[in-house]
């Protein structure tokens, strides 16, 4: 079991930045592939960035460029750095993470087809102002 908890959600204006936070305990953090996913309202939700065991990660086209995702496995904390921000980008954001053999990209295609596979937060709201 792993237990997901988000934080640095918050409002902003177009063009400004925010550092999302995902502190995870339970089970051995080290051994899941994590990931963002963001759901705006009426849309699917959409896996955006993923790091997979080995470090190697995976972004949406969308986010390409402007976000960053990292993991500090001393603190069992996950992060995304949010810089040019849109307001196309105001969605609840969700922390996941899955135990496998996974690459990045399988992770974000996995969790979106098959939510229950692994384990979610309860988000954190990100609003964009114009």
């Known amino acids: 079991q792993v237990q997901l908890v988000e934080s640095g959600g918050g409002s902003v204006q177009a063009g400004g930045s925010l550092r999302l936070s995902c502190a995870a305990s339970?089970?051995?953090?080290?051994?899941?592939?994590m990931g963002w996913f963001r759901q705006a309202s009426g849309k699917a939700r959409e896996g955006i960035a993923a790091?997979?065991?080995?470090?190697?990660?995976r972004y949406a086209d969308a986010i390409k460029g402007r976000f960053t995702i990292s993991q500090d496995n001393a603190k069992n904390t996950l992060y995304l750095q949010m810089d040019s921000l849109k307001p196309d980008d105001s969605a609840m954001y969700y922390c996941?993470?899955?135990?496998?053999?996974?690459?990045?990209?399988?992770?974000?295609?996995?969790?979106?087809?098959?939510?229950?596979?692994?384990?979610w937060g309860q988000g954190t709201q990100v609003t964009v102002s114009s």
């Open positions: 996941a993470a899955a135990k496998g053999a996974l690459t990045a990209d399988s992770f974000m295609r996995t969790m979106t087809d098959f939510p229950d596979f692994g384990y």
């Open positions: 339970g089970n051995t953090y080290s051994t899941y592939c």
């Open positions: 790091i997979a065991n080995d470090g190697s990660t």
